[in-house]
């Protein structure tokens, strides 16, 4: 499975985002999407996740509310539409993938998963 991130951008603070991530290849052994974001000098965060098999979403707290994770089957594509963005959402931005359903509390766990996009930046100005 390969996993193509798009839609970073520089954007002013209230602004809003919405960031792609595209699957190809064995895409139907895929159970659960997320995107994750890092900073230089700090470790990749969790920022949400979509299980498509139990229909659930889960986000990071301080997100929840502005940002939105999404998945449109027949484009094998995942989005995340960010709103209201501030300053500290700046980052460069990960999208990841793995087969196999894991327990709820795991699926913010970058180590979990498999299969990872290249970065895309997103920029937010004050």
């Known amino acids: 499975v390969q996993l193509q991130a798009s839609g970073g951008g520089v954007v002013q603070a209230g602004g809003s985002l919405r960031l792609s991530c595209a699957a190809s290849?064995?895409?139907?052994?895929?159970?659960?999407m997320g995107w994750f974001r890092q900073v230089p000098g700090k470790e990749r965060e969790f920022v949400a996740v979509?299980?498509?098999?139990?229909?659930?979403?889960v986000y990071l707290d301080s997100v929840k509310g502005r940002f939105t994770i999404s998945r449109d089957t027949a484009k094998n594509t995942v989005y995340l539409q960010m709103n209201s963005l501030k300053p500290e959402d700046e980052a460069v931005y990960y999208c990841?993938?793995?087969?196999?359903?894991?327990?709820?509390?795991?699926?913010?766990?970058?180590?979990?998963?498999?299969?990872w996009g290249q970065g895309t930046l997103v920029t937010v100005s004050s």
């Open positions: 979509y299980t498509w098999s139990d229909n659930s979403k």
């Open positions: 990841a993938g793995r087969q196999n359903r894991i327990v709820s509390s795991a699926r913010r766990t970058a180590s979990h998963y498999e299969y």
């Open positions: 290849g064995r895409t139907g052994s895929v159970s659960t």
